[in-house]
């Protein structure tokens, strides 16, 4: 690995030096050397591509064959949930989790046989954990000379396990405490992560005690994990989760903060407050001391790094209670950020804010991309951050700085009693958004024209509402607006379908879809979901809102949440705006100019075999299928899913994985698939073949979470 590194680091000198080498201009991280995949993402810059491994081409692809199917419903319920897990290759076996206990197993490359599995015994704050079936994967690392598999669980506990056995590392880590563990191989995260909180100190100065079996006591919290920690020069580095941002129940929390272990022994070597404590940066950003009681900011996306830089890369999301806050005025640093976290000590080398005070539930849902770009004739180390919205960011990966210029805009303002919006929004000029529909909203330009009458009609629905783009909050029940909702849009990608890029040309793929709505309005309430009977905010927080909320009329503790009052409305059963289900783009990121834009996957019937559609070329809506792509040698391999949609299938009514051209996205070849794709996929060099393993699975269907492997006959 130490030459591997140092031959790296030789080729991106000379990329710096001579530029009129275009062969030269890029290196790719590392990660997919001699046809490993030991990243989540493939490499440790997240690009879910291996662009050197050629063996497959456009000329053979037809020909693929199953060589495999691992199927994942031997370990729990639910497992079509929970094939959110991209393998990982090294040295001819595959190590993945399944399940919603996370079990982690190791995976024979050539044959699929299960080598072994480790399954962490179940303790009460497991049970409690709501990100069960969220598990992304593990991560890998070479500890003394021998591999390491590192994972962190529902419950929020970091285990090494030997890659050859499965079983916990000897001498790593501490005993819990949990009589069902072992006593070595594990680190109990919470009481690291809450040792200098002050909620928690004040727990134990009167006379509180940390069960290890419970976790964090409910009436202060509760923490887990969703994605794997990533390995950077010998430091483990530990994301955290908490409630989903749609499902939150109180605004007090313990902060999600980052924390750094040694890869060898399991000791905490740093911790970053994701909310600044008094004398750090962006505390000010915490309008009335809402960092006192505010919690979450959770990095449930994965994680990015650049070894050589000494660099890792992390996003967060906003804290507790997205839809309002009221309770936490301000920015919020570093909520809805893109962080970059020196590892050897945790310190913020820099930063970036994607969205201020975040309430729409904008959380960035997928690792930053890492690329060498070259832009102006200058070699550019790079950092790619796609997000829901449909806002592309571009940051030199080394300083922070943006690419191209971004710009903070105006935007919509919350007109409910005591809540808080930001002034202004980021905007990047540069490249595009993914759907140019989030900029202004629903213009002309946007409005369904299947035919004259249905514009028509569309129109007069819409004059009816205020019209926006991106970040629209919600208005009051009752309102005393001339109109009837405010709309708003989005165009970007989720959690479901990750983008990808080639460091070999620094053109990023991301699939798209568009959504306009009504948001809820918010109206009265006494803080409480009667719907689940769980309290929406404790009451201390509802005392806490009053307490910090500026002057209003209004007294704050009168609002929360409330519940949809209209969608909205429809024009004969289509959407008021040109609906777009789903969409691949391409860009050149080296000049930050859209490439192509094309439709993914079959109209659904309702809009094909509409009466009033009868004639009419209704492709461009693309279909409800979340498009999945892998770069991989000279190809763009891609499916869809149908997890809450449809696959694409061939004429024999099976799914197809999809071999298209880079430069235009054209399909070049298909092969058959028995189940349809999930998430994402991945591809390795074993024994002199080369793989590509679909992460698969259809709740529709009926079929379970498995893993499909397929290769040249």
Not at 253 to 268: F, K
Not at 484 to 505: E, F, K, W
Not at 632 to 658: I, S
Request: proline residues 8%; negative net charge.
């Amino acid at each position: 690995m130490q030459k591997l590194t140092l031959l790296s680091a030789f080729i991106r000198y000379l990329a710096l030096v001579s530029l009129c080498f275009p062969l030269l201009a890029y290196a790719q991280l590392t990660g997919v050397e001699d046809g490993a995949w030991r990243y989540l993402g493939g490499d440790a810059g997240h690009t879910r591509a291996s662009p050197h491994l050629k063996q497959i081409t456009a000329a053979n692809f037809s020909d693929l064959q199953v060589a495999w199917i691992w199927r994942g419903d031997n370990f729990g319920a639910n497992v079509e949930y929970t094939s959110r897990s991209t393998p990982i290759h090294v040295d001819g076996i595959l190590y993945t989790v399944v399940g919603q206990r996370r079990q982690v197993v190791a995976i024979d490359a050539a044959t699929g046989e299960t080598r072994w599995t480790f399954r962490e015994p179940e303790t009460m704050r497991y049970l409690r954990s709501p990100r069960t079936d969220f598990g992304k994967g593990v991560a890998y690392a070479e500890v003394d000379g021998r591999g390491v598999i590192f994972v962190t669980s529902p419950a929020y506990f970091l285990w090494a396990l030997d890659a050859r056995s499965g079983r916990p590392l000897e001498n790593w880590g501490a005993p819990t405490g949990v009589a069902e563990f072992s006593d070595t191989g594990v680190v109990d995260l919470i009481p690291d992560l809450v040792g200098d909180w002050q909620r928690w100190i004040d727990f134990l100065a009167s006379g509180g005690e940390y069960d290890p079996d419970h976790g964090i006591p409910q009436q202060l919290g509760m923490v887990t994990a969703s994605s794997p920690p990533i390995v950077v020069n010998g430091v483990v580095v530990v994301l955290v989760g908490h409630e989903p941002s749609y499902d939150q129940t109180r605004i007090e929390n313990v902060p999600g903060d980052i924390m750094g272990y040694a890869a060898s022994t399991g000791e905490q070597l740093w911790k970053f407050h994701v909310i600044p404590r008094p004398g750090e940066f962006g505390h000010e950003t915490w309008e009335n001391d809402a960092w006192q009681y505010s919690g979450d900011m959770s990095s449930w996306a994965p994680a990015a790094a650049d070894p050589e830089l000494g660099l890792v890369y992390i996003v967060t999301n906003a804290s507790t209670v997205q839809s309002y806050t009221g309770h936490r005025p301000g920015h919020n640093l570093f909520g809805g950020s893109v962080l970059a976290l020196d590892v050897a000590t945790g310190e913020r080398r820099w930063h970036f804010q994607i969205h201020h005070s975040e309430q729409w539930n904008y959380d960035i849902p997928t690792a930053p991309i890492l690329v060498d770009l070259t832009v102006n004739g200058e070699l550019v180390p790079a950092l790619i951050q796609n997000t829901k919205q449909g806002l592309v960011f571009a940051f030199n990966r080394a300083t922070g700085q943006p690419i191209w210029p971004i710009e903070e805009r105006p935007v919509m303002q919350t007109q409910v009693p005591g809540n808080y919006t930001a002034a202004t929004q980021p905007f990047p000029t540069r490249p595009e958004p993914l759907d140019r529909i989030v900029i202004d909203g629903i213009t002309d330009e946007f409005i369904i024209d299947y035919t004259p009458e249905l514009k028509a009609q569309a129109q007069e629905i819409l004059s009816e509402f205020r019209l926006g783009g991106l970040y629209v909050p919600p208005l009051p029940y009752p309102h005393n607006n001339p109109y009837r909702n405010v709309v708003g849009c989005v165009g970007g990608l989720n959690i479901y379908h990750p983008p990808v890029a080639d460091p070999t040309t620094g053109i990023m793929y991301a699939s798209h879809r568009r959504g306009c709505s009504a948001p809820s309005f918010m109206e009265p309430t006494n803080g409480v979901d009667e719907e689940r009977g769980l309290p929406g905010l404790s009451e201390e927080a509802w005392r806490g809102r009053e307490r910090h909320t500026p002057t209003t009329g209004t007294t704050v503790a009168e609002w929360a949440p409330g519940r949809s009052r209209e969608f909205l409305p429809q024009v004969e059963r289509l959407p008021v705006y040109k609906p777009l289900l789903q969409g691949l783009a391409a860009y050149n990121m080296n000049s930050g100019e859209k490439l192509w834009d094309i439709p993914i996957g079959e109209t659904p019937a309702n809009i094909k075999e509409h009466p009033l559609l009868q004639g009419i070329d209704t492709s461009a809506t693309g279909g409800s299928g979340h498009s999945i792509q892998m770069v991989m040698g000279d190809l763009l391999v891609q499916t869809t899913e149908d997890l809450r949609g449809e696959a694409e299938l061939n004429a024999n009514g099976m799914p197809v994985l999809n071999a298209r051209d880079k430069q235009t996205g054209e399909i070049l070849a298909s092969a058959e698939i028995p189940i349809p794709g999930q998430y994402g996929m991945m591809t390795y060099l074993h024994n002199g073949v080369q793989y590509i393993v679909v992460q698969s699975g259809s709740v529709r269907r009926g079929q379970p979470g498995a893993l499909v492997a397929l290769r040249l006959p």
